[in-house]
């Protein structure tokens, strides 16, 4: 069948602005501002999605006749296509996504093209299509998330027994295994999982059919669209659909810690890399060099991830700005919420992609390790335990004792594993020869047995752990 030849007055219609009919001529300059096309053309499968759904369920509730509904489908899915070859023209005159499918479906199959939006909104259809698209985008981010997860129990698995000195103000501490402190951040990129998973939650309430904010007078049948699209349940409330943004703001913070996650992982990478502690090496794939100093290997992606997170605080807090003044229902300020999203997911899903390529690109300087452990006294409170394990000491008395005993060390430049029996009897006579097994750094880490502690033991039962959760 040939494409209908559409009457002038609706041909009229699509050559302007849906309202020019009320809205004689607006501000040139508005209509450039006030266009989203630029950044909302890439919710073009969730718009054709949800539109094809609400087509399905007008001819269920016999709103619109079969042919009609054939036609639009038609029409939806050729558009999809040409979208997709690159063959459709984004128009800034067009102002949205919604309109410029809505003008090209005209332009294929004529009148009945404007039966496509009856019994709902843009405000109803821009949410729907943007909980779409940011359903698939969450899930994008687990996974990836899931993969770094697994390249640091990988690196994990390979360094139980690589020993490093633990850091409180980065000052040397207490022993622990390298592996240990690389699970530290599985288990945060576990609770970033958590959080986008409950996101899922609310960006599964299906806000089509709520019309512009009081719902619609046509038999709708929301259940329908909401399994069409895999949504969970309707919205509840007409007004509230419309201008809650929780669900981006929920997905703004989400970010925001999961970008600082990456960002403290990051200043660990540059400190271990730097020629100060030299603990790491970071390959070629992951450094750049300097313009002007030839020897230079610097760590530019990792200085890259760590800066990205500004801007990604940034999304969020212009998201709680635009809606802190907001009364209901909806309002232009809204239309930013897109842009916002957009760039937070692109610059997270970047800074972990980054991030994998810097997990699979370092190797660990073990004997550097090593000889940080021997500065710092980081055995002293195993000296202190000890004390009170086996002289029944209160832990007060035996943190003094054990301060003395580190006094003499610094005064005779000595380290704690370098102390004779007879040099640790002069503060304490009633010690016996097996508190010298104390400044050992193997048995300093097998004794951190308690649940969650840096044991080897304790190490392997939780790199299993973790496994079992990432199947």
């Known amino acids: 069948r040939s494409t209908p030849k559409p009457s002038s007055a609706a041909s009229d219609v699509y050559k302007r602005q849906v309202w020019n009919t009320r809205i004689k001529k607006s501000s040139s300059l508005f209509q450039k501002l006030g266009s989203s096309i630029s950044f909302d053309k890439r919710l073009f499968r969730e718009d054709i999605q949800a539109s094809i759904a609400h087509v399905e369920m007008l001819f269920k509730k016999k709103i619109i006749n079969f042919k009609v509904k054939n036609k639009i489908i038609f029409g939806l899915n050729r558009i999809r296509n040409e979208i997709v070859k690159k063959k459709h023209k984004f128009d800034n005159k067009d102002e949205d996504i919604h309109m410029s499918i809505e003008k090209r479906l005209f332009e294929i199959i004529g009148e009945d093209a404007g039966y496509v939006h009856t019994a709902r909104s843009r405000n109803d259809q821009v949410i729907t299509d943007l909980k779409l698209w940011m359903i698939k985008s969450t899930n994008e981010i687990i996974k990836l998330l899931n993969i770094s997860s697994k390249l640091i129990i990988k690196i994990s698995e390979k360094n139980i027994h690589t020993i490093m000195t633990g850091f409180t103000h980065l000052k040397n501490a207490q022993a622990v295994s390298f592996s240990h402190y690389m699970l530290a951040y599985v288990e945060m990129f576990s609770r970033d999982k958590i959080r986008f998973k409950n996101n899922l939650k609310n960006l599964k309430e299906n806000p089509l059919g709520v019309a512009a904010l009081t719902g619609t007078s046509f038999d709708i049948d929301r259940n329908y669209t909401t399994k069409k699209l895999g949504f969970t349940n309707p919205t509840r409330n007409s007004i509230d659909t419309v201008s809650d943004r ?30 100060a502690y030299n603990l790491i090496y970071l390959n070629d794939k992951i450094v750049t060099g300097s313009s002007i100093m030839p020897q230079k290997k610097n760590p530019d992606p990792l200085e890259y991830l760590r800066g990205k997170t500004g801007g990604i605080y940034g999304n969020l807090f212009s998201m709680l700005t635009i809606l802190k003044g907001l ?37 660990v300087n073990k004997k550097q390790m090593t000889n940080l452990t021997k500065q710092g006294f980081i055995t002293a409170t195993d000296l202190a335990d000890y004390f009170v394990k086996q002289l029944r000491y209160p832990f007060r008395k035996a943190y003094i004792l054990t301060a003395k005993i580190i006094n003499f060390c610094e005064k005779n430049k000595k380290n704690l594993q370098d102390l004779t029996l007879k040099e640790v009897q002069k503060f304490e006579p009633n010690i016996k020869a097996d508190v010298l097994k104390v400044f050992d750094l193997n048995v300093s880490i097998k004794s951190k047995k308690s649940f969650g502690g840096t044991s080897f033991e304790n190490i392997k039962k939780m790199i299993k752990s973790y496994k079992r959760d990432l199947k």
């Open 246 to 275: 929780d669900f981006v703001t929920d997905f703004l913070y989400s970010a925001s810690l999961c970008s600082m996650h990456i960002s403290r992982l990051s200043e660990e990478f540059i400190i271990w890399n730097s020629d």
């Open 327 to 363: 009364p209901l229902s909806y309002f232009k300020d809204l239309q930013d919420d897109k842009k916002i999203v957009f760039e937070a997911f692109d610059n997270l899903k970047n800074c972990i992609l980054v991030m994998n390529e810097v997990l699979s690109n370092f190797s």
